[in-house]
């Protein structure tokens, strides 16, 4: 007998998910890059107008953020991922499509700070050993052109 | 025997608005200009120190937005509506008063992001049809005169 | 027989919580210095980066918010203090360690908006009198050299 299994957006899954997502961001941004990488899964995929291709694997989503805030470290930098306008949508018992605004802000030492970059996060989100986890992420720099969908048609 | 009717805020609640205002938001963000509309009342009202007059009904609300959005598709801006600090006040059992911040960010192909303006908004909210929508709204921008309330007593 | 006591985090408390945030920074953000003060504890400690000391108990931390605030109305400034990516972290039935982040956003009239700073916040707060108060506050401004501990071991 088929049915809808498609759970209700509860007020505790809603505060899982934003639990994290305060600690996935705070993680990348305090130079926790362990903590933000198993906030993908290990074949987590990232994809962003920002970027020239797809970062494919949790690997290669760490190796690239390591070495972006490495080049921030150099010019006195740092970033804050400021996450907001949180809408939730679960789809099984273990994924949720989680759709937000994340504003880019960037601190200079010693020269204020400003708007790096507004974008718009997509994430799927699975639940994985007690957690959740980025299966699938797709961030769209308003700034930027989209990204090519590579679907030709 | 008169009683003290007004409902407790409760997570529910607190996450059904939250939705309401996440979707409203994306919704005229990427121009779904419908939803944005239904998510006001028939006879909503939208005040703003930001217009030259109060708008008045769904379809001067409507009408205004999409004149707004035209503009600023000419000159390649796109506009996020970044709404935190998000304070309900339940008044009965199908509304609420709802205070948050709302920034205005405007992002322009190849020129970046930028504040556009900070604003106050002070919305009630009523429940219609299994919703929520806007009945008033009264923004206001926080680099402009305060608006007149025409009480002259 | 010992037990772990440290309660969960349950949506209610992180609704006390989100309301006593957006309370209190609209209290400050809108000149009533009253509820602001009465957010932090008799004795609370506020310390900050952005402080040439840290300011100890609300009288101290009132007196400074009333400097400032007056500051910037001469010269026809205001702020809003943008909570985001709040962070929870229960430590007693009556204790909780809270982080978010803080953008202090700065509009003047007739000039628009500007980022002012990019703020890590981090509180103990502690439940008094059947509200949420603040008993430390640590304010870390992103452009500003970390606060030195004093700790010289």
Chains 1, 2, 3 share one sequence.
């Not at 305060?22 to 993680?27: E, I, K, R, S, V």
């Not at 740092?78 to 018992?93: A, G, K, S």
């Not at 718009?120 to 989209?146: F, I, K, N, S, Y």
Request: proline share 5%; glycine share 8%; net charge negative.
């Amino acid at each position: 007998m088929p049915q809808d299994t498609t759970p209700p957006l509860t007020p505790e899954l809603y505060l899982e998910v934003q639990q994290f997502y305060a600690g996935h961001m705070h993680a990348v941004d305090s130079g926790d890059f362990e903590t933000w990488a198993v906030g993908f899964t290990e074949d987590g995929v990232f994809v962003s107008n920002g970027f020239p291709e797809p970062l494919a694997g949790r690997a290669a989503i760490d190796a690239v953020t390591r070495k972006g805030a490495a080049a921030r470290a150099e010019r006195g930098a740092t970033h804050r991922h400021v996450l907001t306008n949180l809408d939730l949508r679960p789809l099984t018992e273990h994924t949720v499509s989680a759709r937000s605004y994340v504003l880019v802000v960037e601190s200079v030492a010693g020269a204020g700070a400003a708007l790096y970059a507004s974008t718009l996060c997509e994430d799927r989100l699975v639940r994985q050993d007690g957690t959740w986890r980025v299966a699938e992420r797709r961030v769209t720099r308003d700034d930027l052109p989209a990204v090519d969908s590579g679907d030709r048609r």
